[in-house]
């Protein structure tokens, strides 16, 4: 037990070593636009936002970029930043896809999922500089240790109440533009695994109304479900009125 005990606290204060060393919000949405700014948008994944409903320039103002296998920087990114190769020179992108900028509630980008052109193991994936042959590599957790969540504001908003919805993708963006409602999105419905940024983000919103805008299919999957009983309850703890739009 002793031993347990000391290797929780080494572990600890790793932790919490790396959670010093890594880029606020400011510096991360620094070098996030430079590389937004050196990168394209390849046709096929242009056709696959239109084809979601979206419109040239709801693309542009998402700030939707592509990435190649590996692809290589023009312009030399630190390579703190997660996602960046130790050389600086190119992004750590094992497969092609475009990167999904995720926003907080500041409008700073502190993060990005990539969602891969192909189809293979995983259809979004992290952008983090951790690797099997880096393993302390930056990751996209901020730094109070919680993975960032994404938040839209719509251009025209036409209710009270903040939307919450699966993913950091297209589909919180969407639906922010669709029904003018501001809207949170997390990767995989883990709200409650990002607490305090989540309580950050509806209190700079305002309002009192949640409305949860759960996955179709969601009902039949267990571990889903327990994601969604337990944003519920922290909401609930606050304070907050959740109601489901189905």
Known sequence: RLEQQQLRQQRAAEEAQRRAASLSAQERDH??????????????????????????????????RSVEKWQ???IPLPHTLPGVHLDGQSLITPSSGYLCPIRDVDGLIVGFQVRARKAADWRYYWLTGKTKKRPHGPTPHLPNGELPLVVHQPTRLCGDAVALVEGTGAKPFILAQTLGLNTIGAAGGQFAASPQTLKRSLEQLGGNTIAFFPDAGAVQNPTVLR???ATFRLLQAWGYSVQVAW
């Open 31 to 64: 070098f996030y636009r430079q590389l937004l700014d050196q990168l394209p948008l390849h046709p096929a994944d242009r056709d696959d936002l239109i084809r979601r409903g979206l419109d040239d320039e709801q693309i542009q103002a998402w700030g939707v």
């Open 72 to 74: 290589p920087l023009t």
């Open 227 to 229: 994601q969604y009983r």
